[in-house]
């Protein structure tokens, strides 16, 4: 088979694997919901949000200013950090279609990392995808564990959800990319 095709045929494989993993994970297991909590009053949060945000985007709250120190007044703020959409709501089914292409591209890119380590034996091969799945959930978790402050419980929850994903996606994808 060619280079090209193993790739690709890796690619869609370790994708769906992947995709299927998340998705029994997130809606099966119920080990994601207790580590996301809703507002207590959720009508006045949202009008608050709204009336206090102009567009979508990505905002804080934190009693720390520009320059890193507590300004005077915030001592006692939480530290917040809020992903608005005010644009449009996808439909779940929208989202999953969106995620699962994302699922096919990150097997790619890691069938590409698989292929250029050129190890010679299928535990190795197996090994080395989680191993990418940690580095990933290392450097995108840990800046929210300092700076934002995210509950280590869900940081772990997430990181072992991508461990225990890739592992699977890479029973398959470790045989077709030797």
Known sequence: ?????????????GGI???????????????????IHEFKDVQSVS?????NTDKSGIYYLSPYGKT?????????????????NKDNIKSMNTALVMYFVAAIVSALLISCLLCFANLSSYPKRVIFIPLVALTAGVLCYAPEFIWWHF???????????????????GLVMAGICK
């Open 47 to 51: 009008a608050i949000l709204t009336s």
């Open 151 to 169: 509950d280590p419980q869900f940081i772990q929850v997430n990181v072992a959800d991508l461990l225990i994903g890739w592992f699977l996606a």
């Open 1 to 13: 088979m060619a280079k090209v095709t193993k790739l690709c045929l890796s690619a869609v494989l």
């Open 17 to 35: 694997i992947f995709f299927a993993w998340s998705s029994m994970s997130w809606m099966v297991l119920d080990w994601h919901r207790p580590t």
């Open 68 to 84: 890193g120190k507590v300004v005077e007044g915030r001592e006692s703020f939480p530290t917040a950090f809020v992903a608005i």
